[in-house]
């Protein structure tokens, strides 16, 4: 008797933990966003090579414009990055790997959180040429704080060629 009261306890349990993530409602609201970079200045603060490959660390700023959704006004502020390089060499140009700690400072609040870049091919600008790349792809997940507490902004894109840097994702609030 007991390992029948056991056994149906076990089941209980079993099929409730199976059951509670489908019932739990999501607390937040997406709300589809788009961020626009402008006007990158880029610090080189520090450089070791290894071998072929390179590792370095930036500073970094852009103006942002963040068109949320819904809202007829764009949010606008600087974005602030700590970024980490890792630049291996190809027969043209060279792959980049970058991770950035990104502050979006916006009146009001921030959105702070970490971003990871990949560039395929990337050719260096010259005094003649704008950079360029085959192709890259970026990923951010930043947490607002003050007037953006609680809120969450998911963006980036997937492989794209060159072009100007676009974001596009969600903000939750």
């Known amino acids: 008797m007991n390992k029948k009261i056991f056994g149906i306890t076990i089941v209980i349990m079993f099929a409730a933990l199976l059951v ?3 019932l739990a409602a999501p ?41 949320v ?31 950035d700690d990104y502050v979006f400072m916006i009146d009001g609040g921030t959105f702070e959180g970490s971003a990871v870049i990949v560039l395929k091919g990337y ?20 947490q607002g704080t003050d ?3 609680g809120q969450t902004i998911n963006a980036g894109h997937h492989w794209l060629p060159f072009g ?3 974001w596009t994702g969600y903000l939750l609030k």
């Open 20 to 22: 509670t993530p489908v």
């Open 147 to 149: 007037a953006f507490d």
């Open 27 to 67: 607390k937040g609201q997406k709300v589809p966003i788009t961020i626009h970079f402008s006007n990158q200045v880029q610090t080189l603060t520090d450089e070791k090579i290894t071998g072929n490959v390179i590792h370095r660390v930036a500073d970094v700023t852009y103006d942002i414009a963040i068109d």
């Open 164 to 166: 100007p840097i676009t």
């Open 123 to 142: 050719i260096a600008p010259t005094a003649t040429s704008p950079p360029d790349y085959e192709r890259g792809k970026a990923h951010a997940l930043l």
């Open 69 to 99: 959704d819904g809202v007829l006004n764009y949010y606008t502020g600087t974005a602030v990055a700590l970024r980490n390089i890792l630049v291996v060499p190809r027969e043209v140009g060279v792959d980049l790997v970058i991770k």
